[in-house]
């Protein structure tokens, strides 16, 4: 009977291994062709955003201290694409090493997934860097804020998950404050949006990258609070694990081909 149990337990997590798996390789897939395809096709090759630093310097003409701005580099957006596929496909791929795995289920088992938060920390900041870069922030300090906020979003996710492992009433604190730092960049983004005033230059891809990535971006928050209020089959850790994966692969197959749908069109 023991056998049996601990049969019928192991399943749901072969499963998932087998799952991770087959979205490390989607991932992977799509990251070589992102890769190839911004590195060959001439639209998307060719097509860059600047990254710049402002700072003071004093004009003797009038005699006084005005801003000036400099490009210090510009980012091939074709390429950067394909990076978070491929960083997403890396952390499903570790975890079905044999002991990345092992430690990967022990802790789905607490209610905990360290690879997830890790990943979307990188992934997820450099998506939001090159949507905020569409919209016009150019700023090397404020890309790095943008970085740093997200980023503090997800590991205050991973936080939420460590802090409620042995409570039985759920604490939001960390799921409040990561709500908090993640919107943060949103507003930037949509300070340059309306600033612009010029909406009809912007281009429809834009809007569509601006629009999908806001969707998926609030569905995961409502993946988690699902898990902790254990609606329906989210009392189930590993349904919301799957969730969590699906959104992932979701979110960055639309920005991705979206990018290239918009940057590979005819001048």
Not at 63 to 90: D, H, Q, R, W, Y
Request: proline fraction near 3%.
């Amino acid at each position: 009977m023991g056998k049996k149990n601990e049969k019928d337990t192991a399943g749901p997590y072969k499963r998932l291994k087998r799952f991770n798996g087959i979205m490390g390789s989607v991932h992977f897939v799509q990251g070589v062709l992102m890769l190839v395809l911004g590195l060959t096709v001439n639209n998307i090759k060719d097509f860059r955003l600047p990254v710049t630093v402002s700072f003071l310097t004093l004009d003797e003409t009038i005699g006084m201290l005005v801003s000036k701005t400099n490009e210090v580099t510009t980012i091939l957006i074709g390429p950067a694409v394909s990076i978070f596929l491929f960083l997403s496909a890396i952390a499903h791929f570790i975890t079905v090493l044999p002991g990345a795995y092992d430690a990967y289920k022990a802790n789905l088992k607490r209610g905990i997934n360290y690879y997830r938060w890790f990943e979307y920390a990188l992934s997820s900041s450099l998506m939001i860097v090159l949507i905020a870069m569409f919209f016009g922030v150019y700023d090397l300090g404020s890309l790095i804020l943008i970085v740093g906020l997200n980023a503090t979003m997800n590991l205050l996710g991973l936080m939420m998950e460590l802090h409620n492992v042995k409570n039985e009433k759920t604490s939001w604190a960390p799921f409040l404050m990561g709500c908090f730092a993640g919107a943060v960049p949103w507003a930037v983004i949509l300070l340059h949006f309306l600033g612009s005033g010029e909406f009809s230059e912007i281009p429809g891809f834009v809007y569509a990258i601006f629009g999908s990535y806001l969707v998926f971006f609030n569905l995961f928050p409502i993946n988690m609070v699902l898990q902790y209020k254990k609606k329906g089959k989210w009392k189930d850790y590993l349904f919301g694990e799957r969730g969590y994966i699906i959104l992932s692969l979701t979110a960055k197959t639309v920005l991705a081909w979206i990018v290239f749908a918009g940057t590979s069109r005819p001048v």
